[in-house]
């Protein structure tokens, strides 16, 4: 599960702990978003707490953890992953982007981490992998909308990080800051890498559509900010999942499609910093 990190490299890069922006302090960030479309953000960030107590709740009891196949929780499922929400963003907001896209991150770590020792419990590095490769299958559904979410908030996010480097003082232009842009460079392509592991099996078909579609929209924003050597690594991956996998022409053109897009050798915005 290596797309997991986009915003927690994010949160490193700009000091901001994710949790710092409650519902209510996120100013006017849905002026933008059209009336009626998508949640509010006080139901986003609250379908988000619901799902993370309801996880936790399974962990330590015998209930089952709230799934898309659930009518009691299908709808907040949906609510905490609806990228619909980022439409009323300012886009130049890094407080706003990272209040907004750290939180379902927090949840799908929930999902991923399920039974695998992930709040500290004494478990092998063995034991934790295999219980999140059963995870990575259990809960693919939720997975594949979360995973969709954060590849949106990464595309998002990239010229928010350009503009806000653009517009720092040069004595604030820290080294830490400058690592921090490199991290966030890393967990885009962990991001991308990501979503083309998720095209294997057994990966269902509708969810594999889902975020490679998720993947293509986005494409100009990962391909333009990633470092030289971050679209290398998506380019070994693809090259790594075409090999080893049947596709149906559709998937394939699509992911030679990023693939070319990797290839670029211009480094220019978020790339150069």
Known sequence: MRYLSLAVAAALLFGVVASVAAPSELGNSETNRPEGVGPTVEQFQNANVFLRAAIAESVSSSKAPPTLNDPLFAQEIRTAFDERILLGLNKNDMTDLIAVCSSPVETLKLYVFYQ????????????????????????????????????????????????????????????????????????MA????????????????????????????????????????????????????????????????????????????????????
Not at 131 to 153: G, H, P, W
Not at 241 to 251: C, G, M, P
Request: aromatic share 6%; net charge positive.
């Open 190 to 273: 962990q991001t991308y890498s990501g979503g083309v592991i998720m095209q294997s099996e057994p990966t269902k078909a509708a969810n594999r559509k889902l975020v490679l579609d998720a993947m293509l929209q986005h494409l100009e924003a990962y391909a333009s900010s990633m470092g030289l050597p971050e679209r290398q690594s998506v380019v070994a991956t693809i090259d790594e999942t075409l090999a080893i996998n049947v596709f149906t022409k559709d998937a394939r053109d699509k992911l030679r499609r990023i693939r070319l897009a990797m290839t670029r050798r211009d480094c220019v915005g978020l790339c150069a910093y």
């Open 116 to 187: 695998a020792g992930y709040q500290g419990a004494a478990i092998s590095t063995q034991a934790q992998a295999e219980q999140v490769s059963r995870n990575s299958i259990r809960f693919q559904d939720e997975i594949a909308l979360a995973t969709r979410f954060s590849i949106a908030c990464g595309g998002m996010m990239a010229p928010a990080v350009v503009s806000f480097w653009e517009n720092l003082p040069v004595s604030e232009r820290t080294e830490i800051r400058r690592e921090g842009i490199a991290q966030t460079r890393h967990g």
